[in-house]
């Protein structure tokens, strides 16, 4: 009776060990999800969801105006360290964030067109400065009835927290819209 305890609670002993060091292994790769993946945003800010359409001119790859509109529609804004253009990473001067602003566009025609998101949007500062996007996807083919995520960044400083964007064509009534985070 004293030799099945004995080789019981040896058995036991191993399986502690064996429990104990796959829980802190467990433990550790959780701490280590929480250190290097952010929960939200491309830098781990605050997402400010906005989901708010316009319409916007259609155009050719030479930029020229169709008859068509486009759907456009900004899903959210969200502050970023860096931002995705054309597959590269841009990063901000130093002491700087980006802006972003995330967008769709729909193409319900049965033809490939193009959008050009750096001129449908100025970032107005208090002054009535007015900015272009500082990084964007250059000209965004749409495929034929499609819709394609797309956005442009605008170089801010982290402490601001309310923005003014007019978005509209180059050379139609822009609406104004603003973000406050």
């Known amino acids: 009776m004293l030799n099945k305890f004995i080789a019981y609670r040896q058995l036991l002993n191993k399986n502690?060990?064996?429990?104990?060091?796959?829980?802190?292994?467990?433990?550790?790769?959780?701490?280590?999800?929480?250190v290097f993946i952010k929960p939200s945003g491309i830098n781990g800010s605050k997402v400010i969801e906005i989901n708010k359409s316009y319409e916007v001119v259609a155009r050719t790859e030479e930029r020229l105006r169709t008859d068509g509109n486009f759907k456009l529609r900004i899903t959210n804004a969200e502050f970023g360290d860096y931002i995705l253009v054309q597959g590269k990473r841009a990063n901000p001067i130093?002491?700087?964030?980006?802006?972003?602003?995330?967008?769709?566009?729909?193409n319900p025609y049965p033809v490939a067109l193009y959008a050009f998101p750096v001129d449908?949007?100025?970032?107005?500062?208090?002054?009535?400065?007015?900015?272009?996007?500082s990084v964007h996807q250059g000209s965004?083919?749409?495929?034929?009835?499609?819709?394609?995520?797309?956005?442009?960044?605008?170089?801010v400083f982290p402490s601001?927290?309310?923005?003014?964007?007019?978005?509209?064509?180059?050379?139609?009534?822009?609406?104004?819209?603003?973000?406050?985070?």
């Open 94 to 106: 130093e002491g700087k964030v980006f802006l972003v602003i995330n967008m769709e566009v729909e």
């Open 16 to 34: 502690i060990k064996k429990i104990l060091l796959g829980s802190g292994a467990v433990l550790a790769l959780i701490v280590l999800l929480f």
């Open 120 to 133: 449908l949007f100025r970032l107005v500062r208090e002054d009535g400065s007015k900015f272009a996007p």
């Open 140 to 155: 965004v083919q749409i495929r034929p009835e499609s819709t394609k995520k797309s956005n442009v960044g605008f170089v």
């Open 160 to 181: 601001e927290k309310k923005f003014k964007l007019e978005v509209g064509d180059v050379s139609d009534p822009k609406e104004t819209l603003v973000i406050t985070f």
